[in-house]
């Protein structure tokens, strides 16, 4: 990547200061917090290109192609049982598990950028391209909102939205994703409430639609937090809707099962404007290696996963939403 990435410390730093001049920028952080990304929106440079717009009126009038070549379920559930091992041993009671798989597709990461009808996008030169559906945190006159994403179905399967949201295991999973992020809200923040509990989201992908069950989490933030946004972000990242609970102990468990680095992928990109704060998890997203496509993907697992739903989740996460 052409773009210079900061450390850590640097990068959070960084943060801390152009917020508290109230500065406008735009900041990227990768899963590991390893990469840091952060400039001011007057020198952004022409090889990034964000949108925060939910839909895209752009049409190149070419019709997506996409070949998927996923881990085979065999080696999928390798890591799926370690997984559920890890479970029955009491370190980890959800945990999201992730795979990159190889694609092929006719339209550059340009152009993908350009046409994809998605909440959140971001482009690094033709490295890397993110269409996500999911807020990571807001913060509006002091508030500091987030809305985990946790459940997805089929909007074709009939009764879809009654069998989510009356499903067991779903209702367990995205139960223990709210009480994580409340609680990561609360290390930040006070008067921390659920002000709206697992309501559906329509979510375009591909040639389908999916129904994904959200929730809403806020909390009061103290009124210097810009001086403070970098420790903020560095304390609540990454996002517990893409690690599972507990969250070190868990991320200590991803890191050994999972077969790659996830790099860029489920961490985070956001814009503070000089007021307020707009920011996304960075999933649905595409990286370009040695001139390979690899599109990420995963889903989240719990005690009473099924292994080949799982595994079909994770294929049907990979679309271009155009």
């Not at 559930?77 to 959800?94: C, D, M, P, R, S």
């Not at 996008?121 to 990571?136: A, Q």
């Not at 609970?245 to 868990?250: E, G, L, M, Q, Y």
């Not at 956001?270 to 999933?283: E, H, Q, R, T």
Request: aromatic share 10%; proline share 3%; net charge positive.
């Amino acid at each position: 990547m052409g773009i210079k990435f900061l450390g850590k410390k640097e990068g959070f730093d960084l943060i801390d200061l152009l917020a508290s001049k109230r500065e406008p920028f735009l900041f990227i952080i990768s899963y590991d917090k390893t990469k840091i990304f952060v400039q001011k929106l007057s020198n952004l440079s022409g090889k990034i290109a964000y949108s925060f717009d939910c839909s895209s009126n752009i049409n190149l009038g070419k019709r997506a192609t996409l070949k998927k070549e996923p881990i085979s379920f065999e080696n999928y559930q390798i890591a799926f049982n370690k997984v559920i091992e890890e479970i029955k041993k009491g370190n980890t009671y959800l945990l999201n598990l992730t795979f990159k798989t190889k694609i092929e597709t006719n339209l550059t990461l340009s152009e993908i950028f350009a046409q994809a009808k998605a909440p959140y996008k971001l482009l690094i030169e033709d490295s890397f391209v993110c269409f996500s559906p999911e807020c990571f945190v807001m913060i509006r006159d002091d508030i500091i909102s987030t809305y985990p994403m946790k459940g997805t179905i089929d909007a074709s399967v009939p009764n879809a939205k009654e069998k989510i949201l009356n499903d067991i295991k779903e209702s367990a999973e995205h139960t223990m994703i709210v009480d994580l992020m409340r609680n990561d809200l609360n290390m930040v923040a006070t008067k921390t409430r659920v002000s709206k509990f697992r309501y559906i989201d329509k979510i375009k992908a591909g040639d389908k639609e999916l129904l994904q069950v959200s929730s809403k989490i806020e909390a009061k933030l103290p009124n210097n937090w810009q001086e403070n946004l970098g420790k903020i972000l560095d304390t609540i990242t990454p996002a517990g809707s893409i690690t599972g609970t507990p969250k070190k102990k868990t991320i200590d468990i991803i890191n050994d099962v999972e077969i790659d680095k996830r790099g860029l992928y489920t961490g985070i990109f956001g814009v503070y404007d000089g007021k307020d704060l707009n920011s996304a998890v960075m999933i649905r997203a595409i990286s370009k290696d040695k001139n390979s496509l690899y599109y990420h993907s995963g889903g989240g697992i719990t005690i009473d996963s099924n292994p080949k739903l799982e595994y079909q989740e994770l294929i049907d996460k990979i679309y271009i939403p155009i």
